[in-house]
């Protein structure tokens, strides 16, 4: 098949978009160039020449030179508004912008439909990994019982500077910030938000199953404090944030995404820094490892060029799953073993949301229960308490 000539007209010249730009310098043989980058500020000074800027969306999306979008700004509603009339004019489009993704995917499918346009977001997830394009072509059938992983570099690169280095958690956040790996609003990272928007796209094309994002329970590591990094190091384990979603013996999907110990005998104990690292297990093959950076302007780069080969070659999605009956388990009926750090002045309050309790401690100020919680009281705690409770998975409990 012969390659098509790709006019881009790139959104955002951030980290990502000049990666982008230096990358497409770097691949001749790509028969693709940026024709023109919208942009926010005018008055910022950047290192290409200003004949490439507008700061005009329609200067770009009424061009009709330009064949492909592409989409790396942070503003998931002006992105969303973007993207949509690109897909309305017959332009594809690449993103990596997540959010948006999650918060509309449903109109998003329905707009590659009646426009014949496609759609790619490789870099929306795990940046360097290909897990979308693996999904959707090497287990586009339905023998996947479970994905999980790794799928936020920025919160594993301050955990990692936390655990081996000792450094405070405010520090490795402004390092994360610095270079470039934390979202402009750290919480969308460290609130665990950013690995729950990269998990709704999994599980669309990991089971077919469109869901929402109220319907997945998320909890961050910015609540995580010393007495329960603690524990970790004394027993030999690491901290990671964890998204997962598998298959339940009813056939609907529980998915959340939290902090989790992990062991040493585990694959993700070794994936630290920025990279991700992503489990899926099959019916017959059992489990396999991707393992990459996940953030970064080059690695995200690199799958944003990914996905405009693609384009280069009419590829597109073909969402060969989504008539599959699977649903989202309700995290009502999710249950789980649960370290929670708490005040030592609510400890008695507190033991009476877990159906099990199997350990305890208390200071003069803190303490930690150990025992079985489920996912929905844990998200009542989480508000009753606001900052004053932090938890940390052991591992899912299918029946209490």
């Known amino acids: 098949m012969q390659r098509k000539t790709l006019n881009i007209g790139l959104f955002g010249f951030g980290c990502v978009g000049y990666g982008l730009y230096e990358v497409l310098e770097k691949t001749p043989t790509l028969q693709t160039s940026i024709k023109r980058i919208c942009v926010k500020h005018a008055e910022k000074e950047r290192v290409i020449s200003k004949d490439y800027f507008t700061f005009d969306k329609y200067d770009?999306?009424?061009?009709?030179?330009?064949?492909?979008?592409?989409?790396?700004?942070d503003d998931a509603d002006a992105a969303f508004e973007i993207v949509s009339y690109a897909l309305k004019h017959g332009k594809g489009v690449v993103t990596a912008n997540k959010k948006m993704l999650a918060e509309h995917i449903e109109e998003l499918l329905e707009l590659q439909a009646?426009?014949?346009?496609?759609?790619?977001?490789?870099?929306?997830?795990?940046?360097?990994?290909?897990i979308i394009r693996n999904l959707e072509e090497y287990y586009d059938n339905d023998l996947l019982e479970s994905i999980e992983g790794i799928i936020n570099g920025s919160t594993n690169y301050i955990l990692t500077k936390t655990f081996d280095e000792g450094i405070g958690y405010?520090?490795?956040?402004a390092k994360a910030q610095e270079l470039g790996y934390a979202e402009s609003n750290p919480i969308l990272d460290t609130g665990g938000y950013d690995a729950k928007y990269k998990l709704i796209i999994l599980i669309l094309h990991a089971?077919?199953?469109?869901?929402?994002?109220?319907?997945?329970?998320?909890?961050?590591?910015?609540?995580?404090?010393e007495l329960e990094l603690n524990y970790a190091r004394e027993k030999s384990l690491k901290v990671k944030l964890i998204a997962q979603a598998y298959k339940t013996a009813n056939g609907e999907i529980a998915t959340f995404v939290i902090p989790t110990f992990v062991s040493k005998s585990e694959k993700l104990f070794t994936v630290d820094d920025v990279f991700n690292g992503i489990i899926t297990k099959t019916a017959f093959a059992d489990t396999q490892f991707f393992v990459g950076k996940g953030a970064g302007a080059y690695p995200t780069a690199s799958a944003v060029l990914s996905d405009?080969?693609?384009?280069?070659?009419?590829y597109r999605y073909e969402y060969k799953k989504l008539n599959n009956s699977e649903t989202i388990l309700s995290y009502d009926n999710l249950y789980a073993r649960i370290l929670l750090r708490h005040n030592t002045e609510n400890q008695s309050e507190i033991e009476l949301y877990f159906e099990e309790i199997h350990e305890k401690y208390a200071?003069?100020?803190?303490?930690?229960?150990?025992?079985?919680?489920?996912?929905?009281?844990?998200?009542?705690?989480?508000?009753?308490?606001?900052?004053?409770?932090?938890?940390?998975l052991f591992d899912t409990i299918d029946k209490v």
Do not use: M, W
Not at 170 to 173: D, F, G, H, R, V
Not at 207 to 225: A, S
């Open 308 to 314: 405009i080969s693609a384009l280069s070659y009419d």
């Open 207 to 225: 089971f077919g199953v469109k869901t929402k994002p109220e319907e997945i329970f998320n909890l961050g590591i910015n609540r995580l404090g």
């Open 114 to 130: 009646k426009h014949n346009v496609p759609l790619l977001y490789e870099a929306a997830c795990c940046a360097s990994i290909p």
């Open 363 to 392: 200071n003069q100020s803190l303490g930690y229960l150990i025992g079985i919680l489920s996912f929905a009281k844990l998200h009542e705690l989480i508000l009753c308490h606001e900052e004053s409770v932090s938890a940390i």
């Open 170 to 173: 405010s520090e490795a956040l």
């Open 60 to 73: 770009i999306l009424n061009d009709d030179e330009i064949n492909v979008i592409v989409e790396l700004i």
